[in-house]
């Protein structure tokens, strides 16, 4: 069995999207299943078939969610003793040496990622150069431009 880490704040996101799927996206795809078989022949109906389209990825979805809410461990690093080192769930800030460019970025389970948010996945090039490094610590990290040269400026806890 693989555990999924994920911070409480995504396990919270999922929870929430699996509710949101049951209670209230479930009963209206219901709904427009019954409407369009109101309209008679199914072959040709266009409806119908979007419907049960729509089905089927719901429940897929559904089926994805309640596996991961199964099988996570959440890793709640605001309970535990900051001590500059970076693991799962920090919040890191670095600074590229070579542009001093400075941007934080928060380790986070695959299915939180999200680059715009700065949030970066756990196995993602960046993250894996990260962790188990320490404050002020200087790190080489692969990108797609070459190795990068950056120092670990911040660890958070939060």
Known sequence: MTLYPMTAKGADLL????????????????????EAREHGD?????????????????????????????????????????????IFGTTVTIINLKTDEEITYQIVGQDEADIKNNLISVGSPIARGLIGKSLDDIVNIQTPK??????????EYI
């Open 42 to 86: 199914l072959k040709e109906n266009a409806e119908y078939h979007a419907a049960r389209e729509q089905q089927s990825f719901c429940e897929g979805r559904l089926q994805d969610i309640e596996g991961k809410l199964s099988n996570i461990q959440i890793i709640d690093v605001t309970k535990m003793t900051n001590n500059g080192k970076v």
């Open 146 to 155: 070459g190795t990068v040269e950056f120092e670990i400026i911040a660890v």
């Open 15 to 34: 929870r929430e999207e699996l509710k949101y799927l049951k209670s209230v996206k479930r009963p209206q795809i219901v709904k427009s299943i019954a």
